[in-house]
């Protein structure tokens, strides 16, 4: 069966760093393009940052660019992403994404692209 295994997350003060991770599972992780997306209470689920299949193409979101950094891990099949200079707004809970492609340099922040999804884990900043 195909998953995504999250970890990382939990409540940080304001300025800090974190780091998740998101661990495939019954998949061929070097054919799929992974992305982050986040959700805030009352919002939709909206794009954080995405990476292709060879990692050498990476896309953020205006609003974490230089502050988060995506990669992965193809040894460990793993993406994570690191989160610096952590913000009240980035309050909301994480889900890594995966999508199947031919094509080894393609990223993409659209959300109804991607088909498997990790359970999601909060990230909380607090003053």
């Known amino acids: 069966q195909e998953q995504l295994v999250q970890s990382g997350g939990g409540t940080v003060q304001i300025g800090a760093s974190l780091g998740l991770s998101c661990d495939g599972s019954?998949?061929?992780?070097?054919?799929?393009?992974l992305a982050w997306f986040r959700q805030a209470p009352g919002d939709g689920r909206v794009f954080v940052a995405a990476?292709?299949?060879?990692?050498?193409?990476?896309y953020y979101a205006d609003s974490v660019k230089g502050r988060f950094t995506v990669s992965r891990d193809a040894a460990k099949m793993s993406v994570t992403l690191q989160m610096n200079s952590l913000k009240p707004e980035d309050t909301a809970v994480y889900y890594c994404?995966?999508?199947?492609?031919?094509?080894?340099?393609?990223?993409?922040?659209?959300?109804?692209?991607?088909?498997?999804w990790g359970r999601g884990t909060q990230v909380t900043v607090s003053s």
């Open positions: 990476i292709s299949r060879s990692g050498d193409n990476t």
């Open positions: 994404a995966a999508r199947q492609t031919p094509y080894s340099f393609v990223t993409s922040n659209i959300r109804d692209h991607y088909n498997i």
């Open positions: 019954g998949l061929t992780f070097h054919e799929y393009a």
